[in-house]
């Protein structure tokens, strides 16, 4: 059977009008089911899509449900056995869906991720997730020339803005951690599928374009480490959090750091991470955490950094704290 018969695309949108046309017409193949779930959208972007793409099921929430729940609504409400998960700031080269299938379909235990290249396609976006074990996590290939990542292969995180995979993984993760309202949903999936024994395998055959803003505001800082702390007590018991303390306390002062380049407001959105991330009720996630501590990364990346020359000198230190700290699980 034709896989794109067997497939459904769920975009969550807010506010998206500026994008919203441009990415339909970009996967407007006859034999997809494409699901848009709106957000409560005040720009006209629900309207727009019933006037314009009346074959796309549309779902309108009276709230801001976030994009993790959002899509767990569109996922639920697919009929098809194969799902791919796009961002509506995107376009997607002809293919580039069949090319994310054919891998999953050889191999059920997959999830496939595209190259994702910025809107005007000069640089990438990113090539995947890496996944830091005390929560963070950074782009891979962000910045460089797409002609550098050309090879396929496995990769500990996938990035929201674009992946596939069967219907039946999805809910047999769970789907995405609806506690985590924005930007850090992808990685909590992301040590899901690796906690279960899932693989995220990147496909640079499969091209996508996105608007994307690299800028870490007071307000995405917040979302970002009120979802790390999340990922943390999700799937670290007491143990590891006092084998790793030194490498937590590191993270800690990087992104204390972070959070103070952004000024008083900054600093007064890490503290609200901290206290409600603290409030959080969630299931803690069962698997061999030595395995899953293997699979993360132990070193910070280059970044480009307001104060670079001194985040350098720090950068090699905490990455030796890392890297021996890590030795101490005996992995």
Same mark, same amino acid.
């Given at each position: ?19 919203? !046309?441009?990415?339909?017409? @970009?996967?407007?193949?006859? !034999? ?25 099921? *549309?779902?309108?929430? @009276?709230? +801001?449900?976030?994009? $993790?729940?959002? /899509? ?14 796009? +961002? ?9 869906? +069949? ?7 050889? +191999? ?16 990438? /976006?990113?090539? $995947?997730?890496? *996944? ?9 290939? =962000? ?6 990542? /050309? ?5 500990? $995180? ?15 993760? $769970? ?12 990685? =909590?999936? @992301? ?33 970002? !480490? ?44 890490? *503290? ?10 969630? !299931? ?24 670079? /020359? ?22």
């Amino acid at each position: 059977m034709n896989p794109l018969k067997e497939t459904s695309v769920v975009i969550v949108a807010y506010n998206h009008i500026d994008y919203i !046309e441009k990415c339909l017409k @970009s996967l407007f193949y006859v !034999e997809l089911e494409i699901i848009v779930v709106d957000n409560n959208s005040n720009d006209g972007t629900p309207e727009f899509i019933e006037k314009n793409f009346p074959n796309v099921k *549309l779902i309108r929430n @009276s709230v +801001n449900l976030g994009y $993790g729940a959002g /899509n767990n609504l569109g996922v639920n409400n697919s009929s098809r056995n194969y799902i791919v998960i796009l +961002n509506p700031d995107t376009k997607l080269e002809p293919y580039s869906i +069949n090319n994310l299938l054919k891998p999953i379909k050889n +191999n059920k235990n997959l999830v496939t991720i595209p190259k994702v290249l910025l809107y005007d396609g000069e640089r990438i /976006n990113t090539c $995947g997730n890496k *996944l830091h074990y005390t929560g963070m996590a950074f782009t891979r290939g =962000e910045g460089e020339k797409p002609e550098n990542r /050309n090879e396929s292969r496995i990769v500990n $995180g996938l990035s929201g803005v674009c992946f596939a995979i069967s219907k039946n993984n999805y809910h047999k993760l $769970g789907g995405f951690d609806e506690n985590i309202f924005l930007y850090m949903e992808d990685s =909590e999936i @992301s040590w899901k599928i690796n906690a279960l024994g899932l693989k995220i395998m990147y496909v640079p055959e499969s091209i996508v374009y996105h608007d994307y803003d690299f800028k870490v505001s007071a307000e995405k800082l917040y979302h970002v !480490e009120k979802g790390r702390y999340i990922i943390l007590r999700k799937y670290l018991s007491r143990k590891e959090y006092f084998i790793l303390l030194p490498s937590l306390i590191t993270t800690e002062i990087l992104t204390w750091g972070y959070a103070f380049l952004n000024g008083p407001k900054g600093a007064l959105f890490k *503290l609200k991470a901290i206290h409600d991330s603290s409030n959080v009720n969630f !299931e803690k996630i069962e698997c061999n955490r030595k395995l899953l501590l293997q699979q993360m990364n132990t070193n910070i990346p280059p970044l480009d950094f307001k104060f670079n /020359n001194l985040f350098m000198v720090f950068r090699k230190l905490a990455n030796l704290i890392y890297r021996t700290n890590r030795k101490l699980l005996k992995i």
